[in-house]
């Protein structure tokens, strides 16, 4: 949680200390400051880790001071970059960073691995990616976030420590004559009882915005009795001005002052955990947000190829790195699709910064570079993410009316598009709108791939995966399987335990496929996901998927309203639907119309087909879905947002029809322990030979499945 008294932003005379003496003509890093070296790094007591023929390794940590020219076409769409101008026309920030890398320089393998912290959290790379002597690379990009802490406000962060949340200090958006600049914002509340005080929150962390006024007559609460997924309202009640407060926390007749986020609100009687609360209010102060897309080029860029900085700062890897692929996860990879669609693979000096590009678990493009913008948003209704071009060549919108236009267009125009994988698992279809990047908005012609692209999908598995294994096959399953939370602001929790197929083996085999495709030019394995044309992409409905009638499944599961909807929504003429930039007026936002979704089609099993080969999947214990159903609260019945579940298999014949389970049952299936150890067995080599599972991870697969209580 950060913590920011009202009206304090970072002062003038925190941009002031970074303010350097020359400002040399090109945006870029200009300073480096090294806070902590860790070396070796990866101990326990006594004992540091090595890693293969790379050895030990170390980590050095610290702060990048950057300044950008708000003039320079790369930087000039960066939304309100020119109210952010220091006296001599630049804009600066400070971003922190950690490097992890071999200690001997000479074991060094070249490839720099260029990651994306997700919401400001630690991120390295691999134990794998260490074994080839890789270097990791992590800088900060979220300038609104809980990154700061409690440093945010008027208390800046002196230092990064290896062990500490990434965060990026940017100045606040000031109207030309130095007034506040202020807009409409809304936020919501969601199964939340009782008398106390209530927070603002996006995802997990506080809606980064403070009120202008605490005058509730300027603001607007209303409780909502239900609401669909698609936006559909019923039992919308507007709160009397009178009957509620922005406050700090307290309740209504012992409010505490609001002087930090987060932004709370009292409300006379309490709340009932059975509405919805939605305020829309005029905030004050944003953030140039977009800043973070700049700043997380310049800091790859100075890595990648500076000597030092202008003050003589050696970079501590400069002439190690000969290849680099930049690396995020779920909101970090949606932020690197968004990165490449606005042009940020070219640096100043017009070079391209990655030669690689992996999106992992991401279907959208982030929701950064505009005012009021909320970044650690999940898609929940309202939330922007969607807009514009989410596929890989000019393809037109036609259901939005949008051109032909395309997340590669400015690094098709400068020479400078990467290699790209993707990978996503079934959440990304259910939950997080990716089906329109493969079959766009009309959502009737697959878009084709252009050369630099690969995409793999995991099918029936939930976002990130599962913790892997082969004992989620039993009927104490569900008696231990602790419930499944739902993703999002206090969403609820899932009626099926948790999905335990793993992404693991897949990620490090595509890995080393990356690694190739990029320092060798060895092209990895082709694209495998669901099509239109192959009749594996079908509409969100159990007759179309031909999903079985499952026992602990309501008879219609699944239907259209366990898949979140892909909206139309309409911001205002002052944002761009294409680039997703601009300031939005209409707040929360029009849906306009709710767009047509196509989900992957299932075999007997309700397990989803035409995705790449896993071994879990070629031996089931159940049936693995990218979905779940919320069990009671405001969402009761709906998707469990991006969490999937499980149905395990019948351990006998006579137990699967006392429970009218049309799957065959483990016995049936497999005969024996031995027989499921063999079934895995004959898996791991159909793995292997698509190119998807390395062979120390087969190895270790077919081990567990004997150490398993699978028929035991």
């Not at 005080?197 to 980064?208: F, S």
Request: aromatic residues 8%; neutral net charge.
């Amino acid at each position: 949680m950060m913590n920011r008294p009202i009206g304090a932003v970072f002062a003038a005379a925190c941009i002031t200390a970074i303010t350097l003496a020359s400002a040399p003509a090109s945006a870029r890093v200009t300073r480096i400051v090294i806070d902590q070296t860790v070396s070796p790094a990866f101990c326990k007591g006594e004992h540091c880790n090595s890693y293969g023929s790379a050895g030990q390794y170390e980590q050095i940590s610290g702060r990048a001071f950057g300044e950008l020219d708000p003039n320079d076409p790369l930087n000039a769409l960066i939304q309100d970059i020119q109210l952010v101008k220091d006296r001599d026309g630049k804009v600066r920030y400070v971003a922190t960073f950690v490097i992890t890398k071999p200690i001997d320089n000479s074991k060094v393998s070249g490839m720099l691995w260029h990651e994306v912290p997700n919401r400001g959290r630690l991120v390295l790379i691999s134990t794998q990616e260490r074994e080839f002597g890789d270097i990791g690379l992590a800088t900060a990009w979220q300038g609104d976030n809980a990154g700061f802490g409690t440093a945010l406000g008027t208390t800046v962060r002196e230092t990064m420590g290896t062990g500490a949340n990434h965060w990026l200090q940017l100045p606040v958006v000031k109207n030309s004559d130095g007034s506040p600049v202020t807009g409409p914002v809304f936020a919501r509340i969601i199964n939340r009882s009782g008398p106390g005080a209530q927070p603002l929150i996006v995802q997990t962390n506080p809606v980064p915005y403070m009120p202008a006024s605490l005058d509730t007559t300027q603001a607007t609460l209303v409780s909502r009795e239900h609401e669909t997924i698609d936006g559909k309202v019923r039992g919308e009640t507007r709160i009397a001005a009178a009957d509620w407060k922005f406050c700090g926390g307290g309740t209504f007749d012992d409010p505490v002052p609001l002087t930090q986020l987060p932004v709370q609100i009292c409300l006379k009687g309490g709340f009932d955990g059975a509405k919805l609360y939605q305020v829309v209010y005029t905030a004050k102060d944003p953030y140039p947000l977009g800043i973070g897309f700049a700043a997380w080029r310049d800091l790859g860029s100075f890595f990648k190829y500076a000597k030092a900085d202008d003050h003589g700062t050696a970079n501590p890897i400069a002439g190690l790195t000969t290849h680099s692929i930049a690396r995020g996860r779920s909101q970090s990879g949606n932020y690197l699709r968004g990165w490449l669609h606005l042009g940020f693979n070219q640096d100043e000096s017009k070079k391209r910064v990655h030669d690689g590009m992996w999106p992992v678990i991401a279907g959208r493009r982030i929701a950064l570079n505009f005012r009021w913008a909320q970044p650690d948003g999940v898609l929940e209704l309202y939330q922007a993410g969607s807009e514009g071009p989410q596929w890989w060549l000019p393809w037109p919108d036609r259901a939005r009316n949008l051109p032909a236009r395309s997340i590669q267009d400015r690094c098709m125009a400068s020479n400078t598009c990467p290699k790209i994988i993707e990978h996503f698992g079934a959440a990304e279809i259910w939950a997080l709108k990716l089906g329109p990047e493969w079959i766009g908005t009309d959502a009737k012609q697959d878009i084709p791939l252009p050369d630099n692209v690969r995409r793999y999908y995991v099918a029936s598995s939930t976002h990130g995966g599962g913790s892997g294994g082969f004992n989620a096959s039993l009927a104490e399953f569900h008696q231990k399987a602790k419930p499944v939370s739902c993703p999002g602001n206090n969403w609820g929790r899932g009626v099926l335990p948790a999905n335990p197929l793993s992404h693991d083996e897949p990620w490090r085999a595509i890995t080393v496929h990356f690694r190739n495709w990029v320092m060798k030019d060895v092209a990895p394995p082709p694209s495998r996901f669901p099509t239109l044309k192959s009749g594996e992409l079908v509409e969100p409905n159990k007759a179309a998927m031909g999903f079985p009638t499952l026992p602990g499944l309501r008879a219609t599961a699944p239907e259209a309203d366990l898949i979140n909807p892909f909206l139309d929504y309409d911001w205002g003429r002052q944002f761009d639907a294409n680039d997703a930039s601009g300031i939005p007026t209409v707040v929360p936002p029009r849906i306009r119309q709710t767009l047509p979704m196509r989900v992957p089609k299932v075999n007997a099993d309700g397990n989803e087909i035409g995705g790449i080969p896993v071994v879990l999947l070629e031996a089931p214990l159940g049936t693995y879905t990218g979905w779940n159903i919320t069990a009671g609260g405001f969402h009761d019945g709906q998707i469990c947002n991006y969490a999937g579940g499980m149905v395990p298999f019948a351990r006998s014949k006579a137990e699967r029809e006392a429970n009218n389970d049309p799957r065959p049952s483990l016995e049936e299936r497999y005969g024996s322990h031995a027989g499921y150890v063999e079934a895995v067995r004959k898996a791991t080599e159909k793995v292997k030979a698509a190119g998807f599972l390395l062979e120390r991870d087969a190895a270790a697969l077919i081990k567990q499945a004997e150490a398993s209580n699978v028929l035991k």
